[in-house]
């Protein structure tokens, strides 16, 4: 069974090539079942893998397929090779299984638009590069993998290519992602020519052998892996990108920038832990980065009034304590968290798509409301993973893997009281912009009528990922169990005052707090937010959380501007002026010396004379 | 002897459509089609029995004496590396032929002779292994292609072919000089009047390797283009006819790569590593300002064209790096570059003749209407910005890696051009195919020609993302095969 594995990024890949060449060809209901068929059927095929994995164990707890040799030159030997172990599988069977729900309901999202079999293709793309980004045996497959995600992301956010904004949010993701994979391009080409290979459990060795903790190279190394990272998963400094991502379709939202894609980075840090825990200043990094994130990016989604902008900042928010978890060496929460947040923020995100369906393209919470009799089966499952990202104690998944991030950031071996209290303030921000989004969607007066009700295809998504919210908690134990084998677990260095349990009783006090503070100004005194930004220093504080913090308009200061300016200064070639010069200089020695020619033959004669004199005189007085 | 029917078949076939276009417009197409088509399927038979031949130094042979006195030999010759260029030269013939088909309308049997005659330079280029041979196919190259562009061309053809014209003869005379300056200090060292690159390998040249290194380097720096050498190629590709655009671009840039190749390194392997510094410097000032200068470009053959002087500061960056990573990185980059900008000439030409502009100003929305075309720029821009799965960045990825253990700082600038070529590629399609379509363009899509020359590239660059290895190990035994010849051997490691 598990010789099947190359099959499951096989399959998507081949249904978006079909796709793409016949896809104007094919009828709707077609390319919805190729292109959601082809995504169900590699999910059957990683959960027969999976059983294989679990019940015949391959030697190492890992199982390699190698399929044939990429590039072989001068002692460089990238494979196209796959590699399976319990941390690869984790992530499969979360892309493969929330990817197939997301493709059902997108053909029922999807389906009045002209695009339609594009769509698909993409979205079959973008599943496929992921699936080799997980699988790929080498970093220089994973970085294909890596490119291919990107590219699609940029594709599905221009998707609706008409309108020049769509482009302009597409372009913008594509290039600051690209400026963290440059940087991790750079990291590639290091850890070859000093460790002679890019084959990862290799390259983890030969580190572990060859660097000394916190020499140079494995620092750099780190924070060059570090940078790519960033970009992809949308940390400080370059989370800019993510919000406007938005401009793509809803589905989109869901797989790629809330389920999947932006984890990406989470998983390259995981998978080559063995390098960060041998550069302890990168790991640091990992960590600050991560808190900062989460925090700045919380207090960014408590100022939105665009639906998916605010669930986009909270993804950042949310992938930020995964940085903080990896930052800390608690690598298993890192990943129990990149689990239980693909379940509940995708179900956020196809919720949000069918109340933006339902109002006529409405994305203003503030315009919205009164949503809970109307659209019940999408208030009580956008309820429930709301509860499950704000950390409702003691029932949902999202409490049990941020509580577990939030315990190791005090607790874990580089665990820190800063960093702990970073996760507490997060969670505060998180049960804030949560519930506020929730009272003014579904409860207090209707706003827009409803003129369109999600069918079995759009709910169907939202009820299972619904259910998985919840029971995704559970499964916490047997879930570090497994990974257990790929990544090692966290080492509990300080406890003091604060133990696990207290831990979790202030983590869930603080979810009260939240909840109360959201449901006083959000549901019950509606006018006292607008109070709070009435006064200048209010006034100011959501003006710059709402730009993000005024990145933007910096980096268009100081990076954007410049570059058009610098090439439009110089458009015509100043290089070329130089060449005009001589033929000008040409030209015009040309013309002095035709002056010459007056055709006088005492002017030629009193030439000859002088030249004569000349040549003479420099006889002489040689 | 089939070597010499590779030329000869173009040349005959040159003045067979010149002839030919006496009575019929269409019969030089065909005739062109069939001639260079001939070739490529000879230069695929050979490629197909390439792995037999084990370790002979060439896969075959011609030589026969031309002026005895003088030492001048017609002396051809055949490996791995000439047969990859050969395959590229004959392939994007073809597609230079099918560009052309409704394109050219007037004086259709001179301009097919032209094509022919500049494809016979550029084999001859890639075959002769007697300096002055070389030379003289050097030049042949030039003259067709002064024509292509001045008869052909757009609106200020006669401008981009004078200058055209004057950039590679100045540094043509140049390399003639290098040249003759080897033949004599061959002959004062030796005894032998001889320009047979195999005897002149090796040659002490003392103090004058540098200067007679640059002679040659001159040139084919001109031709590369390196930056600041580079200004001619903006004025002369967008001013060529389509087929011009694709030659110039796919083909005769590489000539100055592969003299890089074939004869600066290792007949002058001191010069070169004393010169690879500067060289590697200008390579990757050339990366980044290729693709600066692309972004701002409102003529899309303009943009294409500088896109060009980026690229092919990575082949000048895998020369230089002197390793052999880096070299058959170059090698990578020189094919792929040659299928990836051909065809987006070949789009833009395309879009030309349906819109009458190339001005990205009055383009746009263009998807909705012709959804293949625009895919398929759409493919050869993410070709262009290095997209891993094609071949492009097998090229680029293997040249940074070779470049990265002989100059990180290098490495790090070019690394930043490769972030500018996402700018300038994203921006052309934004610009073209996104957006409303505020011109209200209605135009056919792709016809089954141009369908099927763009399945080519495509399929083609696919193949050479996923399946290097097939070309890489034909340019690696010719790369060694390099090395047991020169003293560079040591270098090239």
């Not at chain 2, 074939?262 to 002058?268: E, N, T």
């Not at chain 2, 002087?309 to 390793?323: P, Q, T």
Request: charged fraction near 10%.
């Amino acid at each position: 069974m598990i010789r099947l594995l190359w099959l499951i990024p096989a399959l998507p890949f081949a249904s978006a090539a079909i796709l793409m060449l016949f896809g104007s060809r094919l009828s709707k209901r077609w390319a919805a079942t190729l292109g959601a068929g082809s995504i169900g059927l590699s999910a059957v095929i990683t959960i027969l893998v999976a059983i294989s994995f679990l019940t015949t164990p391959p030697a190492g707890h890992a199982y390699t397929q190698f399929l044939w040799t990429w590039i072989d030159v001068g002692g460089f030997r990238p494979q196209i090779g796959l590699y399976l172990d319990s941390l690869s599988l984790v992530m499969l069977l979360v892309v493969t299984f929330v990817g197939f729900l997301i493709h059902v309901y997108s053909a029922e999202f999807m389906s009045e638009d002209a695009g339609f079999s594009r769509f698909f293709a993409y979205m079959n793309l973008f599943v496929a590069s992921m699936l080799t980004l997980l699988l790929g045996n080498n970093l220089l497959l994973l970085y294909l993998g890596w490119e291919g995600v990107g590219l699609c992301s940029y594709l599905l956010i221009g998707f609706w290519y008409l309108d020049p904004a769509n482009g302009r949010a597409a372009r913008k993701a594509f290039i600051v992602t690209r400026i963290g994979d440059t940087a991790m391009s750079l990291g590639l080409f290091l850890l070859f020519t000093h460790l002679g290979t890019l084959d990862i459990q290799n390259l983890m060795q030969r580190a572990s052998a060859q660097w000394t903790t916190g020499s140079f190279y494995a620092v750099t190394a780190a924070l060059l892996l570090l940078g790519g990272a960033v970009g992809k998963s949308a940390q400080l400094p370059l989370q800019v990108w993510l919000p406007d991502a938005m401009a793509g379709p809803t589905p989109v939202s869901a797989l790629l920038h809330a389920a999947t894609m932006v984890t990406a980075g989470v998983y390259l840090i995981a998978r080559t832990h063995v390098l960060f825990s041998l550069a302890p200043s990168a790991q640091l990094a990992v960590a600050v980065v991560g808190a900062c994130t989460l925090l700045l990016a919380g207090c960014s989604a408590l100022t939105q009034h665009d639906i998916k902008r605010i669930l986009a900042y909270s993804t950042v928010s949310q992938i930020g304590y995964m940085f903080l978890a990896l930052g800390v060496g608690a690598w298993q929460a890192a990943m129990f968290h990149f689990v239980t947040h693909a379940f509940f923020k995708a179900l956020l995100f196809l919720g949000a798509g069918v109340v933006i369906n339902a109002l006529d393209d409405e994305h203003s919470i503030f315009r919205m409301g009164g949503l809970r009799k109307e659209l019940p089966v999408t208030f009580w499952t956008f309820l429930i993973a709301g509860c499950s990202l704000a950390g409702l104690p003691f029932l949902t998944a999202g409490f049990f893997s941020k509580d577990l991030i939030i315990w190791d950031a005090w607790s874990a071996q580089n665990g820190h009281p800063a960093l702990w209290i970073a996760g507490i303030l997060g969670a505060l921000l998180t049960a804030l912009y949560t519930f506020r989004m929730i009272f003014r969607v579904f409860f207090g007066p209707i706003g827009i009528p409803v003129t369109k009700r999600p069918g079995f295809a759009m709910t169907m998504p939202l009820v299972v990922l619904g259910f998985l919210s919840i029971v995704g908690g559970y499964l916490k134990q047997p879930l570090l169990d497994f990974l257990h084998s790929a990544l090692p677990a966290t080492v509990e260095a300080h406890a003091g005052v604060v133990t696990e349990i207290r831990s979790e009783a202030i983590a869930a006090v603080i979810f009260l707090i939240g909840l109360y503070f959201a449901y006083l100004f959000h549901l019950q005194k509606r006018n006292l937010a607008d109070v709070l930004v009435a006064n200048p220093i209010g006034r100011t504080l959501h003006d710059w959380w709402f730009a993000d913090w005024g990145l933007d308009w910096i980096y268009d200061k100081v990076f954007v501007q410049p570059f058009i300016w610098a090439s439009e200064i110089n458009k015509s070639d100043f290089v070329d002026a130089f060449y005009a010069g001589v033929a000008w200089l040409t030209r015009w020695s040309y013309q002095e010396l035709s002056r010459t020619e007056t055709g006088r033959v005492r002017w030629y004669a009193a030439g000859m004379a002088a030249g004569s004199v000349l040549f003479i005189a420099m006889v002489v007085f040689k | 002897m089939i070597l010499v029917w590779l030329i000869g078949i173009l040349l005959i076939g040159g003045v067979l459509a010149s002839f030919a276009g006496r009575w019929s417009a269409q019969l030089p197409r065909w005739i062109s089609l069939i001639a260079i088509g001939t070739d490529f399927i000879l230069a695929v038979i050979i490629w197909a029995g390439s792995a037999f031949h084990g370790s002979r130094p060439w896969l075959d042979e011609v030589d026969c004496n031309w002026v005895p006195s003088l030492g001048i030999h017609f002396h051809l010759a055949l490996d791995g590396l000439s047969l990859l260029m050969l395959i590229l030269t004959f392939l994007l013939g073809i597609m230079s032929v099918l560009a052309s088909w409704t394109e050219i309308r007037e004086k259709v049997g001179f301009f097919h002779f032209n094509l022919m005659w500049v494809l016979s330079g550029i084999a001859g280029v890639f075959l002769a292994m007697d300096l002055f041979l070389f030379y003289f196919a050097w030049e042949l190259m030039l003259v067709p292609m002064y024509f292509l562009i001045v008869i052909w061309g757009h609106e200020r053809r006669v401008y981009a072919a004078v200058k055209f014209f004057l950039f590679t003869q100045c540094s043509g005379l140049l390399m003639l000089i290098a040249i003759l300056a080897l033949y004599f200090i061959h002959h004062r060292t030796t005894g032998v009047y001889t320009f047979e690159y195999s005897e002149l390998l090796g040659t002490k040249l003392g103090g004058a390797e540098l200067w007679v290194m640059l002679g040659f380097f001159v040139a084919f720096a001109v031709k590369l283009p390196a930056v600041p050498l580079h200004t001619w190629l903006p004025d002369a590709h967008t001013e060529a006819p389509t087929a011009g655009s694709i030659i110039l671009a796919g083909l005769l840039l590489k000539t100055g790569a592969y003299g890089l190749i074939r004869f600066v390194v290792p007949l002058f392997p001191d010069a070169a590593r004393e010169f690879a510094p500067i060289a590697l410097g200008l390579a990757a000032i050339g990366i980044v300002y290729g693709a600066v200068m692309a972004y701002s470009q409102t003529d899309l053959k303009r943009l294409v064209a500088y896109t060009s002087v980026s690229h092919l500061g990575f082949v000048l960056l895998g020369i230089f790096s002197l390793n052999q990573l880096a070299l058959q990185g170059a090698v990578m980059t020189m094919i792929c570059h040659g299928l990836s900008t051909g065809a987006l000439f070949v789009l833009v030409g395309g879009l030309q003749e349906r819109l009458h502009t190339r001005d990205l100003g009055q383009m746009g929305g263009l998807w909705a209407v012709v959804p293949r075309l625009s895919g398929a720029a759409l493919f050869f821009g993410l070709a262009s910005l290095g997209l891993p799965g094609l071949g492009d960045f097998v090229g680029e990825f293997l040249v940074m890696l070779g470049s990265y253990r002989v100059s990180i700082a290098a490495t790090v600038v070019t690394c930043l051009g490769v972030l500018a070529s996402t700018f300038y590629a994203l921006r052309m399609v934004q610009r073209a195919f996104q957006g409303p379509n505020a011109h209200a363009w209605k135009i056919p899509d792709l016809n089954p020609r141009e369908a099927f020359m763009m399945i080519v590239m495509i399929v083609g660059l696919l193949w050479l993302g996923f399946f290097p290895q097939t070309v890489l190990n034909t340019s690696a035994q010719a790369l060694n095969n390099l090395q047991v010849q020169s003293p560079v051997a040591a270098l090239w490691r």
